[in-house]
């Protein structure tokens, strides 16, 4: 299979949590992928999230209820071990629909709210730090 080269930066679809143009950035640092989520109520074995940002306006989207979900640990560049909800869902990425692992994550403070690590990226993208919106450009032709 050939790797589609990716910039540093993009904006990508994720329909199943009603998100369009999402700002993402690209981390080979990370192992796992993270989405901002601004709240989140595990109840009766689901977990209902809600995904919004006052910095992102196209970052908002109502309530979305998992009924599979599972908890990972994730550790930081600092060395810090945090035990996160894990979500699958789809994303696209020029014009193709990926299926993706996410961890929940609270990045309000953070100028993209959503992190893409090397387990997503492994055997589909090689990563240019040199370009932006390679997949974006190509959908807004």
């Known amino acids: 299979m050939t790797k589609k080269i990716l910039g540093r930066t993009d904006k990508v ?35 209902v999230c809600t995904f919004e940002s006052i910095g992102h306006l196209n970052f908002n989207s109502a309530n979305i209820v998992f009924t599979e979900y599972s908890y990972t640990d994730v550790k930081s560049s600092n060395g810090f071990k945090e035990n996160r909800y894990k ?17 929940l994550s609270t990045r309000a403070d953070m100028k993209f709210p959503v992190l893409i690590g090397r387990q997503f990226l492994k055997q589909k993208f090689i990563v240019d ?7 974006y450009n190509l959908k807004t032709k």
Do not use: W
């Open 129 to 135: 730090v040199d370009l932006i919106d390679q997949s």
């Open 13 to 47: 679809d994720f329909p199943e949590l009603n998100l369009f143009d999402v700002d993402v950035k690209m981390d080979t640092g990370a192992y796992t992928s993270a989405i901002h989520c601004s709240k989140i109520i595990e109840k009766d074995g689901t977990l």
């Open 87 to 103: 979500i699958k869902t789809k994303v696209i990425f020029f014009g193709k629909t990926y299926r993706i692992n996410l961890t």
